[in-house]
Nanobody, 128 residues
Framework: AIQLVESGGGSVQTGGSLRLSCAAS????????MGWFRQAPGKDREGVAG????????YYADSVKGRFTISHDQKKNTLDLEMNNLRPEDTAMYYC?????????????????????WGQGTQVTVSS
């Protein structure tokens, strides 16, 4: 079975940084589309960033552009999210997700949040 395990969450002050990591295990050789999502209490889950792992195409929510960077390490089979200049509104549970769709369909999967595999999440709390 494929497992996604997030790590790196924590509590920081406004303006601080965190680096989230998602380790994938199991048969993940056909991974091509991955993403980070977040859900704050009382709010819907929202997309943060996505990546087509085979060609490096990335997608970002407007609210995180210029502050967050998504990356995928093929050798380590990890998905990272570098988060800088964090704000209180970034406080949420962060989830990584994985799919095998081709590059042309990755954006649609990201926008519909219809990934086939999801992690359990890691909490990020930003205090003012």
């Amino acid at each position: 079975a494929i497992q996604l395990v997030e790590s790196g969450g924590g509590s920081v002050q406004t303006g601080g940084s965190l680096r989230l990591s998602c380790a994938a295990s199991g048969y993940t050789y056909n991974t091509n589309c991955m993403g980070w999502f977040r859900q704050a209490p009382g709010k819907d889950r929202e997309g943060v960033a996505g990546i087509v792992t085979n060609d490096g195409t990335t997608y970002y929510a407007d609210s995180v552009k210029g502050r967050f960077t998504i990356s995928h390490d093929q050798k380590k089979n990890t998905l990272d999210l570098e988060m800088n200049n964090l704000r209180p509104e970034d406080t949420a549970m962060y989830y990584c997700a994985r799919d095998i769709v081709d590059s042309a369909r990755c954006r649609a999967v990201y926008q519909r949040q219809s990934f086939i595999h999801w992690g359990q999440g890691t909490q990020v709390t930003v205090s003012s």
